[in-house]
């Protein structure tokens, strides 16, 4: 069965550089979330989306991080000009519509593991 | 707003002994609590879901946890533990807002299950 799929798994970038990572949630799930899992603490909240719109970008550290879900369905967050601190795991989970109604359960994927030299 | 506690970051037992991962929460409002499991280099995975009702939530894996508000508790136990269990466990709350259900995560608590 198809789950949650982010990619790439393992990220090395230089300190200063661009990177993009992947999310692409199950089909035919609304709502998809993105966490900063930062060694050895539990996952933090970044930014929230319900179909293509961004409903919530408050956990995003700086205005260096972007995210988009453009046709509602794959998502990708941006990290420019990346800094030491943002090395940390970063996980994609998306869940059926949650409009306030019954709270669906979220699908994790594997996380994309970034190091920044 | 709506936090959870996790109380010891590291955990062990014996296998075949009783597991308990204690997780303490506070929210304005009656929140949703869950419990999920994360294995070295995976994603996380659910184990299991308190909404309303019954206060004792039955999840997979032969594990349950118990609701009580006035304790603000949500613990996690299982009565026999093998190896398989050894992971890091997370308790997360969520209440309905602006980000719609985001889960707000404890510290985690690293279990080890000796032999």
């Known amino acids: 069965g198809a789950g949650v799929s982010q990619s790439p798994r393992y990220k090395v970038a230089k300190r200063g550089q661009d990177v993009a990572l992947r999310c692409d949630p199950i089909?035919?799930?609304?709502?998809l979330f993105w966490y900063q899992q930062a060694l050895g603490q539990g996952p933090e909240f970044l930014t929230y989306f319900q179909n293509e719109a961004q409903l919530d970008k408050s956990g995003l550290p700086s205005d260096r991080f972007f995210a988009e879900r453009p046709e509602g369905s794959v998502s990708t967050l941006k990290i420019q000009r990346t800094q030491q601190e943002d090395s940390a795991v970063y996980l994609c989970?998306?869940?059926?519509?949650?409009?306030?109604?019954?709270?669906?359960?979220?699908?994790f994927g594997d996380g994309t593991r970034l190091s920044i030299l | 707003a709506q936090s959870v506690t996790q109380l010891g970051s590291h955990v062990s037992v014996s296998e075949g002994a009783l597991i308990l991962l204690r997780c303490n929460y506070s929210?304005?409002?009656?929140?949703?609590l869950f419990w999920y499991v994360q294995y070295p280099n995976q994603g996380l995975q659910l184990l299991l879901k308190?909404?309303?009702?019954?206060?004792l939530v039955k999840g997979i894996n032969g594990f349950e946890a118990e609701f009580k508000k006035s304790e603000t508790s949500f613990h996690l136990t299982k009565p026999s533990a093998h190896m398989s269990d050894a992971a890091e466990y997370f308790c997360a709350v969520s209440v309905f807002s602006n980000s719609g259900y985001a889960l707000n995560f404890g510290k985690g608590t690293s279990l080890l299950v000796t032999p």
């Open positions: 929210s304005s409002v009656p929140p949703y």
């Open positions: 989970a998306s869940s059926l519509e949650s409009t306030g109604g019954d709270n669906q359960p979220q699908h």
């Open positions: 308190y909404t309303t009702g019954a206060t």
């Open positions: 089909s035919g799930h609304v709502s």
